[in-house]
């Protein structure tokens, strides 16, 4: 079995990833396969968010936020991600739910 892949490297490698794409090569796609990169990105998209649910949850807990810069986890990411107080406060309160069962955050 592979080894896990740090979460940080995980990220970079995906960023690097998803600006390396050929957008130009995706006007000789026919119909299925637009519709099959459409299912891929929302499962992908899925996958990311289950992702940030957990480290904003993780980070909450741990005072991140307060300890590096001395603010609420609320308020530095809605000023970071420039998001709304309340969508800001959203994640937060989601990831506090999902974490709460952890066969869930797993």
Same mark, same amino acid.
């Given at each position: 079995? /592979? ?6 490297? +995980? ?18 796609? /026919? ?11 929302? +499962?992908?998209?899925?996958?990311? %968010? ?7 949850? %993780?980070?909450?807990? +741990? @005072? ?9 986890? @609320? ?10 107080? +309340? ?20």
């Amino acid at each position: 079995m /592979d080894q896990p892949t740090p979460t940080a490297s +995980a990220l970079a490698g995906a960023r690097s990833l998803l600006a390396s794409i050929d957008h130009a090569g995706r006007r000789r796609l /026919d119909a299925e396969g637009r519709l099959g990169l459409v299912s891929e990105v929302v +499962a992908l998209g899925r996958q990311v %968010e289950a992702l940030r649910v957990v480290l904003i949850a %993780e980070a909450d807990r +741990a @005072k991140a936020a307060e300890t590096a810069r001395g603010t609420s986890m @609320k308020t530095l990411l809605a000023v970071s991600s420039k998001v709304t107080a +309340a969508e800001a406060a959203s994640w937060v309160y989601g990831g506090q739910e999902v974490t709460a069962h952890p066969l869930v955050a797993q």
